[in-house]
Nanobody, 124 residues
């Protein structure tokens, strides 16, 4: 399984970006997927998760109301629409695939495949 994250860049505060995560393989649709991020000197933290068939997504409190996670199983792709970006959203964003039977979707230990990351920089 390979995950390829893209769509990062430099944006001013208040702006928007859309990240994509393209997955290889034929089993994309049966796994929950998530976005995490890691700022310099900080732990990798949960951002959002989407279940295998859509359904109610999970968000970190810090991004609720601003970020939207979605997936297109026909395209083996997950998305993260980020609006009203803030300087504190600056980080490398990683996509990840959940382990079978994962329960704690906000824990990085529940994910077994990771993309390479895409840099998001929000200027003030």
């Amino acid at each position: 399984v390979q995950l390829q994250a893209s769509g990062g860049g430099l944006v001013q505060a208040g702006g928007s970006l859309r990240l994509s995560c393209a997955a290889s393989g034929r089993t994309f649709s049966i796994y929950a997927m998530a976005w995490f991020r890691q700022a310099p000197g900080k732990e990798r933290e949960f951002v959002a998760a989407v279940m295998r068939s859509g359904g109610t997504p999970y968000y970190a409190d810090s991004v609720k109301g601003r970020f939207t996670v979605s997936r297109d199983n026909a395209k083996n792709t997950m998305y993260l629409q980020m609006n009203s970006l803030k300087p504190e959203d600056t980080a490398v964003y990683y996509c990840a695939r959940a382990r079978p039977g994962a329960q704690l979707y906000n824990s990085r230990h529940e994910y077994d495949y990771w993309g390479q990351g895409t840099q998001v920089t929000v200027s003030s």
